[in-house]
């Protein structure tokens, strides 16, 4: 008797808190999970704080850190998910900013009024009526098509691409000789490192970028030696020059600094024009002799190089065929060999030049790309 008694209490509490959330369910008024949301990111776009990861974004705005795949696909200038740096506008998906309310007209007259309309001066010698000088031709009619997006190569691919060079082109200025924190192996945006400038006078603010030569790049076709992948690593700003050397800070990362990572003198980037004008005609033929990341397979948003230069005259903005040879074969008929035609099979825009070769992003491309595959550039003057 107390075990029946006991199912019917838990029965009827149960029933009563179900009844009780969808009250609360019908009760919330329509949009108020957007409204909450719009609080959030008010303009749909979160800007990356140190120590973020796609990971903790997706688990907080989404729910799910396993969804950070869609917060990477609605960001395209992440080139890569492991490296987001802070101050990174990221478009999280479901978080658009709420529609404006439409301002409601103001309100007619009365029916019942009688509409005047206010008095008019006559028109001058020689004008035209209103009526008539409101007609348009109809040239002026025809909506011109409006010009295509400018295109925009983002800061973080230019600031962190690397480039490929020999020493010579890299001369640097210093290296970082140790961190504040001797126990911080890995150096990162906002530590405090300590660098050895030589004799170079240097007071607070001034920038320095850091780099690293790493391996030599060999031409994947011909065999030559093309020069030495540098990457750039990031920016450090001197702090104080109190002290046995200057003390900066790391204002910028691309990757981690390390002690001996060498100092260059810092520089703008300015994003490549697409479609720029140059005054020259250029017909180039040239190969992808590398990629910034080693990857086996290339394809859209990849950083490659390639091993054509200033010295050849290429400038930031050129755009480049990538092609791919379909290969030979006999002829169905005759029997006799045929070459066929090259395939275009994607498209790339310089954005950084060395002397014999060139960074470079892939803005399209058909299938999987791979180091050695043959470009061409035709540039003429219009």
């Given at each position: 008797?107390?075990?029946?008694?006991?199912?019917?209490?838990?029965?009827?509490?149960?029933?009563?808190?179900?009844?009780?959330?969808?009250?609360?369910?019908?009760?919330?008024?329509?949009?108020?999970?957007?409204?909450?949301?719009?609080?959030?990111?008010?303009?749909?776009?979160?800007?990356?704080?140190?120590?973020?990861?796609?990971?903790?974004?997706?688990?907080?705005?989404?729910?799910?850190?396993?969804?950070?795949?869609?917060?990477?696909?609605?960001?395209?200038?992440?080139?890569?998910?492991?490296?987001?740096?802070?101050?990174?506008?990221?478009?999280?998906?479901?978080?658009?900013?709420?529609?404006?309310?439409?301002?409601?007209?103001?309100?007619?007259?009365?029916?019942?009024?009688?509409?005047?309309?206010?008095?008019t001066a006559p028109p001058a010698?020689?004008?035209p009526p209103a009526a008539v000088?409101?007609?348009?031709?109809?040239?002026?009619?025809?909506?011109?098509?409006?010009?295509?997006?400018?295109?925009?190569?983002?800061?973080?691919?230019?600031?962190?691409?690397?480039?490929?060079?020999?020493?010579r082109e890299v001369p640097g200025?210093?290296?970082?000789?140790?961190?504040?924190?001797?126990?911080?192996?890995?150096?990162?945006?906002?530590?405090?490192?300590?660098?050895?400038?030589?004799?170079?006078?240097?007071?607070?603010?001034?920038?320095?970028?850091?780099?690293?030569?790493?391996?030599?790049?060999?031409?994947?076709?011909?065999?030559?030696?093309?020069?030495?992948?540098?990457?750039?690593?990031?920016?450090?700003?001197?702090?104080?020059?109190?002290?046995?050397?200057?003390?900066?800070?790391?204002?910028?990362?691309?990757?981690?600094?390390?002690?001996?990572?060498?100092?260059?003198?810092?520089?703008?980037?300015?994003?490549?024009?697409?479609?720029?004008?140059?005054?020259?005609?250029?017909?180039?033929?040239?190969?992808?002799?590398?990629?910034?990341?080693?990857?086996?397979?290339?394809?859209?948003?990849?950083?490659?190089?390639?091993?054509?230069?200033?010295?050849?005259?290429?400038?930031?903005?050129?755009?480049?065929?990538?092609?791919?040879?379909?290969?030979?074969?006999?002829?169905?008929?005759?029997?006799?060999?045929?070459?066929?035609?090259?395939?275009?099979?994607?498209?790339?825009?310089?954005?950084?030049?060395?002397?014999?070769?060139?960074?470079?992003?892939?803005?399209?491309?058909?299938?999987?790309?791979?180091?050695?595959?043959?470009?061409?550039?035709?540039?003429?003057?219009?």
């Amino acid at each position: 008797m107390r075990k029946g008694r006991m199912r019917g209490v838990l029965g009827l509490l149960a029933a009563t808190w179900v009844l009780v959330g969808q009250v609360a369910a019908q009760e919330a008024p329509p949009g108020a999970d957007q409204q909450k949301r719009a609080e959030i990111l008010p303009e749909g776009v979160y800007y990356v704080r140190s120590g973020d990861t796609l990971w903790a974004i997706a688990g907080r705005y989404l729910d799910n850190p396993r969804l950070w795949p869609q917060v990477w696909k609605e960001n395209p200038f992440v080139t890569n998910p492991d490296k987001i740096f802070p101050g990174d506008p990221l478009v999280i998906p479901g978080f658009g900013p709420l529609p404006k309310a439409v301002a409601e007209a103001p309100p007619g007259p009365p029916v019942s009024e009688e509409r005047v309309a206010p008095p008019t001066a006559p028109p001058a010698e020689g004008v035209p009526p209103a009526a008539v000088a409101e007609v348009k031709k109809p040239e002026e009619m025809i909506k011109l098509p409006t010009a295509p997006p400018s295109f925009v190569v983002p800061q973080p691919t230019l600031e962190c691409s690397g480039f490929v060079a020999e020493h010579r082109e890299v001369p640097g200025v210093g290296r970082i000789v140790r961190p504040l924190d001797a126990q911080n192996i890995r150096l990162w945006f906002g530590d405090h490192i300590f660098l050895d400038l030589g004799n170079r006078k240097v007071q607070a603010g001034d920038r320095f970028q850091v780099v690293r030569p790493t391996s030599t790049v060999i031409h994947p076709v011909t065999g030559g030696r093309v020069g030495v992948k540098i990457r750039t690593l990031g920016t450090v700003e001197i702090f104080t020059t109190v002290g046995p050397a200057p003390r900066a800070k790391i204002v910028y990362n691309c990757e981690d600094l390390a002690v001996g990572d060498v100092l260059v003198e810092a520089r703008d980037w300015p994003p490549p024009t697409r479609g720029l004008t140059q005054s020259t005609d250029l017909r180039l033929r040239g190969y992808i002799v590398g990629s910034k990341d080693d990857a086996d397979s290339l394809g859209q948003g990849d950083i490659v190089y390639v091993d054509v230069g200033k010295d050849q005259g290429i400038v930031p903005g050129d755009e480049f065929s990538i092609y791919r040879l379909s290969g030979a074969g006999a002829h169905p008929a005759t029997g006799d060999v045929i070459s066929f035609a090259p395939v275009k099979q994607g498209e790339l825009i310089v954005i950084r030049t060395s002397a014999h070769a060139a960074a470079a992003l892939v803005t399209g491309s058909n299938l999987h790309l791979k180091v050695g595959e043959p470009i061409a550039l035709f540039r003429k003057m219009p």
